[in-house]
Protein backbone atom coordinates (compact mmCIF):
# COMPACT_ATOMS: atom_id res chain seq x y z
CA UNK A 1 0.00 0.00 0.00
CA UNK A 2 2.61 2.38 0.67
CA UNK A 3 4.38 1.70 -2.78
CA UNK A 4 1.07 2.24 -4.62
CA UNK A 5 0.97 5.60 -2.50
CA UNK A 6 4.24 6.71 -2.81
CA UNK A 7 4.36 6.18 -6.77
CA UNK A 8 1.09 7.99 -7.15
CA UNK A 9 2.64 10.78 -5.59
CA UNK A 10 5.66 10.51 -7.46
CA UNK A 11 3.92 10.51 -11.01
CA UNK A 12 1.13 13.32 -10.00
CA UNK A 13 3.29 15.73 -8.09
CA UNK A 14 5.23 17.22 -10.77
CA UNK A 15 2.66 18.21 -13.46
CA UNK A 16 0.66 19.84 -10.00
CA UNK A 17 3.66 21.63 -8.94
CA UNK A 18 4.31 22.62 -12.59
CA UNK A 19 0.73 23.63 -12.92
CA UNK A 20 1.16 25.81 -9.61
CA UNK A 21 4.49 27.01 -11.05
CA UNK A 22 3.57 28.87 -14.05
CA UNK A 23 -0.21 29.66 -13.00
CA UNK A 24 -3.02 30.45 -15.32
CA UNK A 25 -4.03 28.77 -17.23
CA UNK A 26 -2.52 25.80 -16.24
CA UNK A 27 -3.61 25.95 -12.80
CA UNK A 28 -6.63 26.68 -13.69
CA UNK A 29 -7.37 23.89 -15.69
CA UNK A 30 -5.87 21.18 -13.32
CA UNK A 31 -7.99 22.34 -10.60
CA UNK A 32 -11.26 22.52 -12.46
CA UNK A 33 -9.89 18.66 -13.53
CA UNK A 34 -9.75 17.65 -10.05
CA UNK A 35 -13.00 19.68 -8.91
CA UNK A 36 -15.01 17.79 -11.70
CA UNK A 37 -13.82 14.21 -10.21
CA UNK A 38 -14.37 15.33 -7.00
CA UNK A 39 -17.90 16.47 -8.30
CA UNK A 40 -18.60 12.71 -9.57
CA UNK A 41 -17.38 11.02 -6.50
CA UNK A 42 -19.80 13.05 -4.89
CA UNK A 43 -22.78 12.04 -6.84
CA UNK A 44 -21.82 8.30 -7.09
CA UNK A 45 -21.41 8.57 -3.12
CA UNK A 46 -24.36 9.79 -2.35
CA UNK A 47 -26.53 7.53 -4.98
CA UNK A 48 -27.71 10.77 -6.98
CA UNK A 49 -27.99 9.29 -10.33
CA UNK A 50 -31.70 8.82 -10.33
CA UNK A 51 -32.23 11.51 -12.97
CA UNK A 52 -29.53 9.28 -15.35
CA UNK A 53 -26.17 10.93 -17.21
CA UNK A 54 -28.59 14.04 -17.85
CA UNK A 55 -28.29 14.68 -14.34
CA UNK A 56 -24.81 14.13 -13.38
CA UNK A 57 -24.04 16.06 -17.10
CA UNK A 58 -25.46 19.07 -16.25
CA UNK A 59 -24.12 19.07 -12.89
CA UNK A 60 -20.98 19.14 -14.30
CA UNK A 61 -21.69 21.40 -16.88
CA UNK A 62 -22.64 24.26 -14.19
CA UNK A 63 -19.08 23.40 -12.47
CA UNK A 64 -16.96 23.91 -15.32
CA UNK A 65 -19.08 26.71 -16.32
CA UNK A 66 -18.27 28.14 -13.05
CA UNK A 67 -14.66 27.44 -13.11
CA UNK A 68 -14.40 28.99 -17.01
CA UNK A 69 -15.89 32.24 -15.33
CA UNK A 70 -14.11 32.89 -11.85
CA UNK A 71 -10.88 32.12 -14.20
CA UNK A 72 -12.14 35.15 -17.14
CA UNK A 73 -13.46 37.34 -13.54
CA UNK A 74 -17.15 37.23 -14.47
CA UNK A 75 -17.56 36.58 -10.30
CA UNK A 76 -22.14 37.01 -11.29
CA UNK A 77 -21.83 34.20 -14.14
CA UNK A 78 -19.45 32.25 -11.97
CA UNK A 79 -22.46 32.41 -9.23
CA UNK A 80 -25.29 31.89 -12.14
CA UNK A 81 -23.63 28.69 -13.15
CA UNK A 82 -22.63 27.00 -10.01
CA UNK A 83 -26.09 27.75 -8.59
CA UNK A 84 -27.57 26.18 -11.90
CA UNK A 85 -25.08 23.16 -11.20
CA UNK A 86 -26.51 22.89 -7.94
CA UNK A 87 -30.13 22.75 -8.01
CA UNK A 88 -30.11 20.40 -11.10
CA UNK A 89 -30.54 17.52 -8.08
CA UNK A 90 -33.16 19.29 -6.42
CA UNK A 91 -35.66 18.66 -9.70
CA UNK A 92 -34.06 15.76 -10.33
CA UNK A 93 -34.02 13.93 -6.98
CA UNK A 94 -36.53 11.60 -5.27
CA UNK A 95 -34.81 10.38 -2.03
CA UNK A 96 -35.23 11.80 1.11
CA UNK A 97 -34.54 15.55 2.14
CA UNK A 98 -31.53 14.13 4.40
CA UNK A 99 -29.57 12.87 1.65
CA UNK A 100 -30.22 15.84 -0.89
CA UNK A 101 -28.61 17.65 1.96
CA UNK A 102 -25.99 15.67 2.30
CA UNK A 103 -25.26 16.15 -1.58
CA UNK A 104 -25.67 19.85 -1.72
CA UNK A 105 -23.42 20.30 1.43
CA UNK A 106 -20.74 17.88 -0.49
CA UNK A 107 -20.87 20.17 -3.87
CA UNK A 108 -20.94 23.43 -2.35
CA UNK A 109 -17.59 22.11 -0.22
CA UNK A 110 -16.01 21.06 -3.32
CA UNK A 111 -16.96 24.43 -5.16
CA UNK A 112 -16.12 27.03 -2.71
CA UNK A 113 -12.22 24.79 -2.41
CA UNK A 114 -11.94 25.02 -5.95
CA UNK A 115 -12.99 28.38 -6.16
CA UNK A 116 -10.83 29.31 -3.33
CA UNK A 117 -7.57 27.48 -4.58
CA UNK A 118 -7.73 29.36 -8.12
CA UNK A 119 -8.05 32.72 -5.88
CA UNK A 120 -4.89 32.09 -3.66
CA UNK A 121 -3.20 31.09 -6.54
CA UNK A 122 -3.84 34.60 -8.25
CA UNK A 123 -2.74 36.79 -5.29
CA UNK A 124 -0.40 39.32 -6.58
CA UNK A 125 2.99 38.76 -5.35
CA UNK A 126 2.60 35.44 -2.85
CA UNK A 127 0.32 33.58 -5.38
CA UNK A 128 2.63 30.71 -6.21
CA UNK A 129 4.71 30.35 -2.61
CA UNK A 130 1.33 30.50 -0.91
CA UNK A 131 -0.32 27.62 -2.72
CA UNK A 132 2.94 25.42 -2.47
CA UNK A 133 3.03 26.34 1.13
CA UNK A 134 -0.23 25.43 1.72
CA UNK A 135 0.26 22.15 0.12
CA UNK A 136 3.32 21.22 1.75
CA UNK A 137 2.30 21.94 5.40
CA UNK A 138 -0.77 19.71 4.67
CA UNK A 139 0.93 16.76 2.91
CA UNK A 140 3.37 17.17 5.71
CA UNK A 141 0.51 16.70 8.20
CA UNK A 142 -1.09 13.38 6.01
CA UNK A 143 2.45 11.86 5.82
CA UNK A 144 3.43 12.45 9.51
CA UNK A 145 0.26 10.88 11.06
CA UNK A 146 -0.23 8.32 8.39
CA UNK A 147 3.67 7.12 9.37
CA UNK A 148 3.74 7.87 12.48
CA UNK A 149 0.54 6.74 13.59
CA UNK A 150 0.77 3.34 11.44
CA UNK A 151 4.08 2.71 13.58
CA UNK A 152 3.45 3.82 16.60
CA UNK A 153 -0.16 4.32 17.32
CA UNK A 154 -2.67 2.20 19.36
CA UNK A 155 -4.93 5.06 21.05
CA UNK A 156 -7.66 5.21 18.22
CA UNK A 157 -9.36 8.76 18.22
CA UNK A 158 -12.69 8.21 16.43
CA UNK A 159 -12.71 4.29 15.41
CA UNK A 160 -16.38 4.38 14.13
CA UNK A 161 -16.07 7.29 12.19
CA UNK A 162 -12.10 6.74 10.69
CA UNK A 163 -10.96 3.66 12.56
CA UNK A 164 -6.77 4.66 11.17
CA UNK A 165 -6.92 7.75 13.08
CA UNK A 166 -4.68 7.82 16.28
CA UNK A 167 -3.97 10.42 18.93
CA UNK A 168 -0.14 10.07 18.16
CA UNK A 169 -0.61 10.45 14.74
CA UNK A 170 -2.42 13.26 15.08
CA UNK A 171 0.12 15.26 16.98
CA UNK A 172 2.76 13.82 15.27
CA UNK A 173 1.27 15.05 11.53
CA UNK A 174 1.00 18.65 13.27
CA UNK A 175 4.38 18.67 14.48
CA UNK A 176 5.70 17.42 10.48
CA UNK A 177 3.50 20.22 9.55
CA UNK A 178 5.16 23.04 11.83
CA UNK A 179 8.19 21.81 10.98
CA UNK A 180 8.07 21.79 6.92
CA UNK A 181 5.47 25.20 7.27
CA UNK A 182 8.54 26.89 8.74
CA UNK A 183 11.31 25.15 7.11
CA UNK A 184 10.43 25.70 3.28
CA UNK A 185 9.94 29.24 3.23
CA UNK A 186 12.90 31.80 2.77
CA UNK A 187 11.74 33.59 6.05
CA UNK A 188 14.16 30.76 8.01
CA UNK A 189 16.29 32.56 9.61
CA UNK A 190 13.78 35.91 10.46
CA UNK A 191 13.26 35.57 13.82
CA UNK A 192 10.45 38.05 14.08
CA UNK A 193 8.02 35.76 11.94
CA UNK A 194 8.69 32.57 13.14
CA UNK A 195 6.59 31.77 16.23
CA UNK A 196 3.21 33.49 13.60
CA UNK A 197 4.88 31.28 10.82
CA UNK A 198 4.67 27.97 13.29
CA UNK A 199 1.50 28.90 14.42
CA UNK A 200 -0.45 29.58 11.25
CA UNK A 201 0.93 25.87 10.09
CA UNK A 202 -0.43 24.24 12.85
CA UNK A 203 -3.62 25.92 12.74
CA UNK A 204 -3.27 25.00 9.08
CA UNK A 205 -2.82 21.46 9.53
CA UNK A 206 -5.53 21.03 12.22
CA UNK A 207 -8.30 22.32 9.69
CA UNK A 208 -6.93 19.43 7.74
CA UNK A 209 -7.37 16.98 9.96
CA UNK A 210 -11.00 18.36 10.16
CA UNK A 211 -11.49 18.46 6.98
CA UNK A 212 -9.96 14.36 6.85
CA UNK A 213 -12.67 13.55 9.60
CA UNK A 214 -15.55 15.28 8.04
CA UNK A 215 -14.88 13.38 4.48
CA UNK A 216 -14.49 10.37 6.52
CA UNK A 217 -18.22 10.93 8.32
CA UNK A 218 -19.47 11.76 4.95
CA UNK A 219 -18.54 8.25 3.38
CA UNK A 220 -19.13 6.73 6.34
CA UNK A 221 -22.97 7.95 6.35
CA UNK A 222 -23.30 6.30 3.01
CA UNK A 223 -21.02 3.08 3.91
CA UNK A 224 -18.35 3.87 1.32
CA UNK A 225 -15.02 3.02 2.58
CA UNK A 226 -12.41 5.32 -0.66
CA UNK A 227 -14.45 8.32 -2.66
CA UNK A 228 -13.02 6.84 -5.97
CA UNK A 229 -10.28 4.23 -6.97
CA UNK A 230 -8.75 7.01 -9.80
CA UNK A 231 -5.53 7.33 -7.64
CA UNK A 232 -3.63 4.00 -6.40
CA UNK A 233 -2.97 3.47 -2.42
CA UNK A 234 -4.98 6.86 -2.08
CA UNK A 235 -8.35 6.25 -3.37
CA UNK A 236 -10.21 9.05 -5.24
CA UNK A 237 -9.48 12.68 -5.23
CA UNK A 238 -11.84 13.61 -2.49
CA UNK A 239 -9.66 10.94 -0.37
CA UNK A 240 -6.74 12.62 -1.15
CA UNK A 241 -7.59 16.29 -1.31
CA UNK A 242 -9.79 16.12 2.23
CA UNK A 243 -7.51 18.54 4.11
CA UNK A 244 -7.34 21.21 1.31
CA UNK A 245 -11.05 21.07 0.44
CA UNK A 246 -11.36 22.87 4.61
CA UNK A 247 -7.87 24.51 4.22
CA UNK A 248 -8.20 26.37 1.65
CA UNK A 249 -11.06 28.84 1.78
CA UNK A 250 -9.64 29.32 5.33
CA UNK A 251 -6.17 30.45 4.67
CA UNK A 252 -8.23 32.79 1.99
CA UNK A 253 -10.13 34.42 4.56
CA UNK A 254 -7.24 34.27 6.99
CA UNK A 255 -5.25 36.85 4.66
CA UNK A 256 -8.47 38.27 3.39
CA UNK A 257 -9.76 39.66 6.95
CA UNK A 258 -5.67 40.20 7.99
CA UNK A 259 -3.00 41.56 4.68
CA UNK A 260 -0.45 41.22 7.20
CA UNK A 261 -0.57 37.87 6.91
CA UNK A 262 1.11 37.93 3.47
CA UNK A 263 4.53 39.01 4.95
CA UNK A 264 4.93 35.81 5.75
CA UNK A 265 5.40 34.33 2.09
CA UNK A 266 7.42 37.37 1.09
Known amino acids: ?9 LILAPPFVASIWFGYPYFNIF ?5 MVSVTEVVLITNYQEGGKATTISILV ?11 GDYELSLASFIFGGIIPIFSSKRNVIN ?13 ACVSLIELRDLSEIGRQAIIWL ?3 VWANDIGAYIIGRKFGSARITPQISPGKTWIGTFAGLFFAALVGWGIM ?9 ITLIHFSVIIAIGAQIGDFLESYFKRHFGVKDSGTIIPGHGGVLDRSDGILLTAPFMLFALILNPELTMLWK
Open 62 to 72: GFISGMCFISF
Open 31 to 35: ICVLG
Open 135 to 137: FAV
Open 1 to 9: MLAKRTLSA
Open 186 to 194: PTFFKHEII
Open 100 to 112: LLWMEFAYLYVVI
